[in-house]
Every structure is written in structure tokens, then in C-alpha cells.
């Protein structure tokens, strides 16, 4: 029997738009989603220390690294795309026009999106993506019979094999692990070198805390509740820049000036990293040592804060962070996060650490992979409403994925960054999170077993009930575990959701398989 070749087009396109559905889900659910965590940056940290500090310019390879992730996700757009059957019959140049133009509206429209969530948005981005769909539809108006033939002797030697059960088994197993068991650190590999350091705003100049300042100090180390209660017994004031019985400092500030628009850093660890006063108007100087913020301005470097970055802070992802303050108020706090006291931060939603008032409780968001960009997932914060307007010693110290701290000597809160980040948490909580779990990771197996069943199942009728079953036993058996676990009860949005998908993707894989 011979097919006609309108229907093979018609069998042709129907495959090309349900592939180019399930890339736009995938597409929009990875870009649109706010994830929580962060990777590490792409440097070794066994090379960090030794970087010229002067000429050290990491962002290079981030960003190549980003660049060319953004070429590789919308070349199947533009491929797709050209592949459709009312375009695929215009001419090649007419068909490479459309395709990267509307790569180039959709990245578009996608760094808009970005703009309202805690996404980075960026033009090179959109360049990247417009760059991509220009790749695939090239691929396609030029080898697509080439590329079309290679995937389909590659997939019909899968489909023949015992390979994809195989895959389906491995697969599943490492689901259920991932699923069950952390998989990254609560440590500071994802900590972005670029960022400023400042006190009293953030570099948006959005977020003023207002009070009195009179000692920053930050350590190397996690100091211990016996270094805590010596540094307090010192006091705030100070006549000299630094007190020689502190060891590990990797910046100190003790606002001895006086006057002028510098708050020096005196600590002996590297190039020293001073802070210049934006409005001096703004602040006052006090005697013998601080400074009162007066009205919302800034402190802070004028250059990216290498020198806390390339310490041994990251070597051995220890952290102490103290202050000596008395806000003018305890009334100050922001709708999305605290006033920062002291920050190594890009802007709201990019940051390192951050120390802040919430009202009358402290806050301490820091980035670790299990954290997202603005380390605010897990993180230290008070409920007891410990601040008072009368002058407190502050410390926060971070060491094994445990946060402390410390008013007045006194241990008042300890956090630990671990809360189980296995898979499922990583991506995210909520019903969002539930769903890109469940879009990522589901939908592969749904539609592998349907592929791997349908060529040895002599009964049609019975291939997608039993492919079903297959896709949805690993999370039924990793709700099984995690309810004798955690002892909860099951997460029926979880397992009705994760039914959908499969569902879904056995559908799917049925109608390409026929088409």
C-alpha cells in the first residue's frame, strides 16, 4: 500500500506541532520558573585564593557559559518552526526570516516576563535565543532530510533494543534517590564574586536603614560563643582602628573618622576595601567612633567586593559577620525582605548575605546552592522580636550548614541550612513546584513507556493502561517512602498532578508513534 503525499505531510505536521507543544511547555515552565537554588558559579574554588585580585575578571566565563545555554535552548524553536508544513513549503530565506524573528519576539517577551520575578533578565539573552532560532532554522531549511534521518535510525535502534527498558529502570531509580535524599551542599560555591558590599541600602538604593552604626566586622571563621562574648565585653567604642586580639578579619570598620566621605577599612587581610559615603548630607559623624544614618543614602565599595570573595570565607565556607548598631526605629522592614544593615549584594534579588532589620527581629538570607539567588528560601530569622532602639551587639556566624546568632553574647536563634534538598524541594514548593517536578521528571517516563511497551505488548488496548501504571509507580513508591519518612500523610496535588503528566505524555507518545 502506498501512502499519499498529502497525507504524509499531514502525518508530518501533526508530529511537528505536538513536539513543538511539549518544547514550548518545557520551554516556558524552565524559564519561568523561580527555582530554589542556585548553581555554583563555573570557577574551581581550589583556584579562587590564587587570582590576582587587580586583574580577575571571573564574569567572563559565566557569561560565555549563559550565552551559549541560551543559543542551545531555542534551536529547536527555530528547527521546529521551519519545520511546520505552511512553512516549510515558503522559500529557505523567507522560512529562516520567521523563524529567528520569532525566536526574537518570544526571548523577548520572556525577558519581559523575567523582569517581575526573581529571574535575571538581560539583552544578551534575547540576543542568544534570536541567535538560536537563526541556528536551528538554518539546520532546517538546509539539512533537515540529513538531521530527520539520523534521529530516526538513532530512534529506531533504541526502540528495537532492550536499551530503553533499561533506561526506563536506571532512570526511575535515580528518580526515586534524588527524590529521597539530598543532592547538594549548604556551602558558598555559588556565591557570585561581582557584587558590592555596602551598609545601611541596598545598591538599588530602595531598601534605607536608618540608625547608628559603630563596628563591622567580618571573620573568616565561624567565631566561637567564648570569641562572641570577649568581642562584646570590648564595647562599641573604640580610639584605635583595630583591635589586635581579633584574628580571622577579613574587612573591619569602626567609623573612627571622624568626618570626610571614606570609611576606611582597617583590617591587615589584603588590599583594604574602604566605602565611600554617597551623601554625606545624610549622615553624621559621631564621637569617638560611628556614624548615624539620618536619612536613606548608602555606604559602600565603589568596586566589586573581590576581597570577600577571594578569602578564605569560601575556602572553607566559614562566616561571621559583626555589628555594633541602635536603630533609630523598629518599625523598619520592606513587603519582600529587611532592611539591610550590611549586604554583599547586587540588588534585592541577587545577593551573598545580607544582615537586616525586620521590624523588632533580625534577618540573615544567605546564598548556598539549596537557597535561590537571593538566599531566601532557608534562612536565619527571628520571631521573638530580640532588637531594641538601645545600642546591641549583633553576630551571625555560619559553619556546616548552621546558621547562630548572637545579641549581647547571648545566643538567641540557631538555623540549619538542610531541610531535606532532594529533588523535589529543589525546584520548588507550592503547586508551581509541584508541577515543573512533575512536567521535568514525569513526563519522560509516561513517554518512554509507552514506546518501550508498545513493541512488545501484543494487545493494543492494554499498552496505555499498563504505560501509565509504569510511569506513575516510581512516584507512587517515592510518596510511599516519604510519608514513612517524614511521617506525613501522602501529597495527593503531588500524586494528582504527576497522574496528569503521564497521562499526558502516553498520549503523546501514542499520537507520534501513530502519526
Known amino acids: 500500500m502506498t501512502i499519499s503525499p498529502k497525507l504524509k505531510h499531514t502525518s508530518k505536521g501533526t508530529t511537528t506541532t505536538i513536539i513543538l507543544v511539549v518544547y514550548l511547555t518545557y520551554l516556558f515552565t524552565l524559564v519561568l520558573k523561580p527555582f530554589t537554588f542556585s548553581?555554583?558559579?563555573?570557577?574551581?574554588?581550589?583556584?579562587?585564593?590564587?587570582?590576582?585580585?587587580?586583574?580577575?575578571?571571573?564574569?567572563?566565563?559565566?557569561?560565555?557559559?549563559?550565552?551559549?545555554?541560551?543559543?542551545?535552548?531555542?534551536?529547536?524553536?527555530?528547527?521546529?518552526?521551519?519545520?511546520?508544513?505552511k512553512v516549510s513549503e515558503r522559500r529557505w530565506f523567507i522560512k529562516i526570516i520567521?523563524?529567528?524573528?520569532?525566536?526574537?519576539?518570544?526571548?523577548?517577551?520572556?525577558?519581559?516576563?523575567?523582569?517581575?520575578l526573581p529571574r535575571d533578565s538581560s539583552l544578551a539573552d534575547i540576543i542568544a535565543n534570536t541567535t538560536g532560532s537563526l541556528i536551528g532554522a538554518f539546520g532546517a531549511s538546509f539539512y533537515y532530510k540529513t538531521l530527520t534521518g539520523l534521529i530516526r535510525r538513532w530512534w529506531f535502534c533504541v526502540k528495537r533494543g532492550r536499551f530503553l527498558s533499561t533506561l526506563i529502570v536506571i532512570y526511575s531509580a535515580l528518580l526515586f534517590v534524588f527524590s529521597n535524599f539530598p543532592i547538594l551542599h549548604t556551602d558558598f560555591s555559588n556565591w557570585d564574586p561581582n557584587f558590592t558590599f555596602q551598609i545601611g541600602n541596598e545598591p538599588t538604593l530602595d531598601r534605607p536603614w536608618l540608625g547608628k552604626i559603630y563596628l563591622v566586622a567580618i571573620y573568616s571563621v565561624a567565631l566561637r560563643h567564648k570569641d562572641v562574648v570577649s568581642n562584646f565585653k570590648v564595647g562599641p567604642f573604640r580610639d584605635y582602628s583595630e583591635s589586635s586580639d581579633r584574628v580571622n578579619l577579613v574587612a573591619f570598620y569602626n567609623f573612627y573618622e571622624g568626618a570626610g566621605a571614606i570609611v576606611h577599612d582597617t583590617s591587615s587581610f589584603g588590599k583594604h576595601l574602604d566605602l565611600a559615603i554617597q551623601d554625606t548630607s545624610k549622615i553624621k559623624w559621631?564621637?569617638?567612633?560611628?556614624?548615624?544614618?539620618?536619612?536613606?543614602?548608602?555606604?559602600?565599595?565603589q568596586n566589586p567586593a573581590y576581597k570577600l570573595f577571594y578569602s578564605q570565607i569560601l575556602r572553607y565556607n566559614r562566616l561571621t559577620i559583626e555589628?555594633?548598631?541602635a536603630p533609630t526605629d523598629l518599625t523598619q522592614v520592606f513587603h519582600?525582605?529587611?532592611?539591610?544593615?550590611?549586604?554583599?549584594?547586587?540588588?534585592?534579588?541577587?545577593?551573598?548575605?545580607?544582615?537586616?532589620?525586620?521590624?523588632?527581629n533580625v534577618s540573615f538570607p544567605l546564598?548556598?546552592?539549596?537557597?535561590?539567588?537571593?538566599?531566601?528560601?532557608?534562612?536565619?530569622?527571628?520571631?521573638?522580636?530580640?532588637?531594641?532602639?538601645?545600642?546591641?551587639?549583633?553576630?551571625?556566624?555560619?559553619?556546616?550548614?548552621?546558621?547562630?546568632?548572637?545579641?549581647?553574647?547571648?545566643?538567641?536563634?540557631?538555623?540549619?541550612?538542610?531541610?531535606?534538598?532532594?529533588?523535589?524541594?529543589?525546584?520548588?514548593?507550592?503547586?508551581g513546584g509541584r508541577w515543573t517536578y512533575c512536567l521535568l521528571f514525569l513526563f519522560p517516563i509516561g513517554f518512554l513507556s509507552y514506546t518501550a511497551l508498545s513493541r512488545s505488548v501484543m494487545d493494543k488496548i492494554k499498552?496505555?493502561?499498563?504505560?501509565?501504571?509504569?510511569?506513575?509507580?516510581?512516584?507512587?513508591?517515592?510518596?510511599?517512602?516519604?510519608?514513612?519518612?517524614?511521617?506525613?500523610?501522602?501529597?495527593?496535588?503531588?500524586?494528582?498532578?504527576?497522574?496528569?503528566?503521564?497521562?499526558?505524555?502516553?498520549?503523546?507518545?501514542?499520537?507520534i508513534d501513530k502519526s
Open 39 to 85: 548553581l555554583p558559579i563555573s570557577i574551581s574554588l581550589s583556584e579562587m585564593y590564587y587570582y590576582d585580585l587587580e586583574n580577575l575578571s571571573t564574569s567572563v566565563s559565566s557569561f560565555v557559559w549563559n550565552f551559549i545555554i541560551n543559543i542551545l535552548l531555542f534551536i529547536p524553536l527555530g528547527f521546529l518552526l521551519c519545520v511546520l508544513p
Open 98 to 116: 520567521l523563524a529567528t524573528l520569532s525566536g526574537f519576539i518570544l526571548s523577548s517577551i520572556i525577558e519581559f516576563a523575567q523582569l517581575f
Open 286 to 301: 559621631l564621637t569617638p567612633n560611628g556614624i548615624v544614618f539620618l536619612e536613606g543614602t548608602i555606604i559602600r565599595s
Open 323 to 325: 555589628v555594633w548598631i
Open 336 to 360: 519582600d525582605g529587611p532592611a539591610p544593615i550590611v549586604s554583599f549584594s547586587r540588588d534585592t534579588g541577587f545577593r551573598n548575605f545580607t544582615l537586616g532589620q525586620s521590624q523588632k
Open 367 to 431: 546564598r548556598t546552592p539549596i537557597s535561590p539567588l537571593n538566599g531566601m528560601y532557608i534562612y536565619l530569622f527571628t520571631k521573638d522580636n530580640p532588637l531594641t532602639t538601645d545600642i546591641q551587639h549583633l553576630v551571625v556566624t555560619y559553619r556546616n550548614g548552621i546558621e547562630k546568632l548572637y545579641i549581647n553574647s547571648v545566643e538567641i536563634k540557631s538555623t540549619i541550612l538542610d531541610a531535606s534538598n532532594n529533588l523535589l524541594n529543589l525546584v520548588g514548593v507550592g503547586l
Open 463 to 511: 499498552v496505555i493502561p499498563l504505560s501509565i501504571l509504569t510511569g506513575f509507580s516510581p512516584l507512587t513508591l517515592i510518596e510511599i517512602f516519604q510519608v514513612l519518612k517524614v511521617t506525613r500523610p501522602f501529597d495527593l496535588n503531588l500524586l494528582y498532578m504527576g497522574l496528569f503528566v503521564i497521562f499526558a505524555s502516553v498520549l503523546i507518545s501514542s499520537a
